[in-house]
């Protein structure tokens, strides 16, 4: 496919609970991001990949959270003890270089997981 | 942080001319980015600015000042399909973050 892709695209779960949200980033892309968007809201960075390592995984809100991209394509965000607050959009995106060569490099987003916590 | 701010909402006219405006606060200014994001949808690219100015593309124009922390994102012959909303992101790197910060988004709403 050309674009960026996630899966599922709507997870329902109950508090306490463990999810796992995949993404599939442009093929060729180094760059791989995770954002957070609640209603009203525009995205709320959580984790950047660079290959198969976080580069900056300053957004990540606490422990619970964690993400992992082993063979730098596919990143899979992971939440464990889900709580009700986690309920949002989950966007990812990917990118050439990361900004890293200059330019704008621009962020191509995925459709998102809405993830639900019952 | 990047302090973006943006309206909350706008309303339009088809076939009218729109000014969406961002302001942002940075100390290591390397780009402003604007998206558009239809309801239930990602948020696909738009415009990036760099350097002052405008840069136009089709009915989409976005134009930049640094000195003045301030980007407009202009929207001519608005068209119902318009109705989205409108994100405009920083990209900061006195942190050394290449991270682009986005601002909450405006809804634009495109009445007949």
């Known amino acids: 496919g050309a674009g960026v892709s996630q899966t599922p695209s709507n997870k329902v779960t109950e508090k306490g609970k463990y999810v796992e949200l995949r993404c599939d980033p442009i093929?060729?892309?180094?760059?791989l991001y995770w954002y957070r968007q609640s209603l009203g809201q525009g995205p709320e960075f959580l984790i950047y990949?660079?290959?198969?390592?976080?580069?900056?995984d300053s957004g990540l809100p606490n422990d619970r959270f964690f993400a992992v991209r082993p063979e730098g394509s596919v990143s899979t965000l992971k939440i464990q003890r889900t709580e009700r607050g986690d309920s949002a959009v989950y966007l990812c995106?990917?990118?050439?270089?990361?900004?890293?060569?200059?330019?704008?490099?621009?962020?191509?987003f995925g459709p998102g997981t809405r993830l639900t916590v019952l | 942080g990047q302090n973006i701010d943006q309206p909350t909402e706008m309303t339009a006219t088809e076939g009218a001319i729109v000014q969406i405006n961002c302001t942002y606060q940075?100390?290591?200014?390397?780009?402003l980015f604007w998206y558009q994001q239809h309801a239930g949808e990602a948020p696909t690219f738009l415009s990036y600015?760099?350097?002052?100015g405008l840069e136009e593309k089709g009915r989409f124009s976005s134009f930049l000042s640094r000195s003045k922390g301030y980007s407009y994102l202009l929207l001519k012959e608005l068209q119902m399909k318009d109705s989205a909303s409108y994100l405009c992101?920083?990209?900061?790197?006195?942190?050394?973050?290449?991270?682009?910060?986005f601002g909450r988004g405006t809804s634009l709403i495109v009445h007949p």
């Open positions: 600015n760099v350097l002052d």
């Open positions: 940075t100390s290591g200014f390397n780009g």
């Open positions: 093929s060729g892309h180094t760059a």
């Open positions: 992101a920083v990209r900061d790197l006195s942190g050394g973050s290449y991270i682009p910060t």
């Open positions: 990949f660079q290959g198969t390592g976080a580069a900056d």
């Open positions: 995106a990917s990118s050439l270089t990361g900004g890293l060569a200059g330019g704008s490099d621009t962020q191509y």
